[in-house]
């Protein structure tokens, strides 16, 4: 390991550390509210201009307890205010009022008739729901979609995997704000981040002022409050459940518990591809602990399970929503557009997104090679490989989306947390660098 990343760290302790992780949460919670504010103001997207009008004051009122607490600290360093249980609290407010109130807010106006209170996610989820029940697979078929109207054709597509359609079974049932897929979006979220919070600390004592709750801390702060989660739970909301799930396989890989590690980062991949290079790393972490099969066998078990009754209702219909069309290969092409270094090199260049492809390929292969190499021994070495690899990828890809960024930030912020309490522990640890 070099200098260089070793000063890099040290620098970012100390920010994270500073005035008892109280200045970084200040300036979370102020940045956060300008850009709820901006937000709210200039946002194309009328679901986002609803959230940020709400979730401006959210974060505003945070900071401002975020202040309080400071001052507090000023005068008496340990006054149990300023703590890092009361700073736990302002994050369990700061969520509630600029995730999950905006999001009832919009169910419930959506409910009420309003058609501009959800993103489309929330209503491919929600008819998939509906075919499954219907059909038995939540996909249409390529015909099916061609007989759509070309302004339905898009949202004919679930570029998911099935169990994803769950979350939409709900609406499926009952017609009411609360069966909104945001809901249940948010209750998988806050039940995979409470488990994956108890996995780390279960039957270890720590201080309300030590390292390791800290990063708990922010960690937590990451996955809720940074605005691309939030404004993704409140108006989208699907990639927030895979997140933490990933999460929750991570604290269960730090905890000593390979098997369930596999089962929950299998029901990420279950949902969504994104989980899929976490399930990877995973696998090779657990081979690194003659866990390996424990580890591959909810990893690849669980999403091999929910494919199998989709593949044997429509084979086709899943080879469409879940290949041709993510390759740019379906009827409509997807409006994932962010100006990202892989999207304006297929836009802007002769052959780009060949070389853009070709790039992303290159960024695989190397961090294939690292694997191979120096394969991750520890869970915190496994979350900084899941995380800079997913960054990369998502700044290469040809198609990408903004929101896509809440998974490296997210998993790199969690990392810190995932260092276990026994010293001998801390040190193999610090021998296996990403």
């Known amino acids: ?20 992780g109280l200045a970084l949460d200040l300036g979370l919670y102020a940045g956060s509210a300008a850009f709820a504010a901006i937000t709210a103001a200039t946002s194309t997207l009328l679901p986002h201009r609803a959230w940020g009008a709400v979730a401006a004051v959210g974060y505003l009122l945070a900071a401002l307890a975020a202040t309080g607490q400071l001052l507090l600290r000023r005068r008496d360093p340990a006054s149990p205010p300023a703590g890092l249980r009361a700073r736990w609290a302002v994050t369990g407010f700061a969520w509630f009022a600029t995730a999950l109130l905006p999001l009832a807010w919009q169910s ?38 061609a007989a759509l109207p070309p302004g339905e054709q898009l949202l004919g597509y679930t570029p998911y995997q099935p ?20 809901v249940w979006f948010a209750v998988g979220t806050a039940l995979a981040l409470a488990l994956a919070v108890r996995a780390l600390t279960r039957g270890v004592r720590r201080r309300t002022d030590d390292h390791t709750g800290a990063a708990l801390l922010r960690g937590v702060q990451a ?45 990420a991949g279950a949902l969504k591809l994104f989980a899929w290079p976490v399930a990877l790393v995973l696998i090779i972490w657990g081979l690194t602990r003659r866990a ?47 100006p990202f270094p892989g999207h304006l090199i297929a836009t802007a260049l002769p052959a780009g997104r060949a070389v853009a492809v070709a ?11 690292r694997l191979a190499r120096r394969p991750p021994r520890t869970a915190v070495t496994t979350a900084l490989i899941c995380g800079y690899g997913l960054l990369a990828a998502i700044l290469l890809m040809p198609t990408t989306r903004f929101g896509y960024l809440l998974y490296p930030l997210a998993l790199l912020a969690w990392a810190p947390a995932l260092h276990p309490p026994v010293s001998a522990n801390r040190r193999a640890e610090a021998g296996d660098t990403a």
């Open 1 to 20: 390991m070099t200098a260089a990343p070793t000063a890099r760290r040290r620098g970012w302790q100390r920010l994270d550390s500073a005035a008892g």
């Open 108 to 145: 419930l106006q959506r409910a009420g008739g309003r058609t501009d209170r959800a993103q489309e996610e929330v209503l491919v989820v929600e008819e998939s729901g509906r075919r499954l029940v219907d059909t038995g697979t939540p996909y249409l078929g390529r015909d099916a979609i």
């Open 163 to 182: 169990g994803m359609a769950l979350f939409g079974l709900p609406r499926a049932a009952v017609d009411a704000w609360w069966t909104d897929a945001r």
């Open 223 to 267: 996955a809720t409050v940074l605005p691309i989660c939030a404004l993704t739970l409140a108006t989208g909301g699907d990639d927030l459940p895979v997140l933490a799930l990933c999460l929750l396989a991570l604290a269960l890989a730090a905890a000593g518990r390979p098997g369930r590690a596999g089962l929950a980062v299998g029901l």
């Open 292 to 338: 390996g099969l424990r580890v591959a066998a909810g990893a690849i078990g669980v999403p091999a399970a929910a494919l199998l009754p989709a593949l044997l209702v429509d084979h086709d219909a899943l080879v469409e929503n879940v290949l041709r069309f993510p390759l740019g290969h379906g009827l409509v092409t997807s409006p994932a557009q962010s």
């Open 359 to 369: 790039l992303l390929l290159a960024a695989g292969l190397a961090i294939a090679v």
